[in-house]
Every structure is written in structure tokens, then in C-alpha cells.
């Protein structure tokens, strides 16, 4: 994903964010309320500035990819997301402890 920052001028409205899937080469924009025209400029001098970026993204994708399999294993890095864990079963965590009594505890 690609997200805009507004610097300038100061207290100027989120355009919005890019998505740039790894499979495909097409964006899709996610503008805010107003942000459709905004966005629209910064992608295509985005675009301008940086001709390759399909390529580099997708490098990058594999480099973080093969990144977290080094600390997740490669069977979990690939797995489909599990069920939703309910607030009386183990919390996913391993402390041992009910959901609702570790992660899934509101901030206090």
C-alpha cells in the first residue's frame, strides 16, 4: 500500500491511500471524501518519478516475504488465516490464558 502524507500546506485533508497488489500490475485507489482529484495527481507523479515501481515492489515483496518466514516458519507464512478466536478459548499469544483475559482485554 501506498500511502500519501499531506505536508503541505499544513492541515490539508488525507488524499487517501494506493493499493498495489503483488499478483497484479493495476492500482486501486482509495480516496478520501475529497481526496479523488488530490490522489489522482500524486499517483500519476508518483507514477512519473518512479517508472520501475512495479518491478521494485515486487522484489520487495519476496524480500519481506522470505524476511518473515524466518521468524513465523514457512508453513505459517503460507497459511490461511485461522478461525476468530472466541473471548473464553486460549489466547493465540501462548501466555496460557483465556482471550478475553490477555490480548483480547479492553485498554484500560
Not at 482529484?37 to 518491478?55: G, I, N, V, Y
Request: proline share 8%; glycine share 10%; hydrophobic share 30%.
Amino acid at each position: 500500500m501506498i500511502d500519501f502524507e499531506a505536508r503541505s500546506p499544513r492541515g490539508a485533508a488525507h488524499p487517501g491511500s494506493i493499493v498495489v497488489s503483488s499478483s497484479d500490475t493495476a492500482a486501486t485507489l482509495e480516496p478520501s471524501k475529497r481526496g479523488q482529484a488530490r490522489l489522482e495527481q500524486l499517483w500519476a507523479a508518483f507514477q512519473q518519478r518512479h517508472p520501475h515501481h512495479t518491478a521494485r515492489f515486487a522484489g520487495r515483496y519476496a524480500t519481506i516475504k522470505s524476511i518473515g518466514r524466518r521468524f513465523v516458519g514457512p508453513e505459517e507464512a503460507d497459511a490461511s488465516p485461522k478461525a476468530k478466536v472466541g473471548r473464553n478459548d486460549p489466547c493465540p499469544c501462548g501466555s496460557g490464558r483465556k482471550y478475553k483475559k490477555c490480548c483480547g482485554a479492553s485498554p484500560t
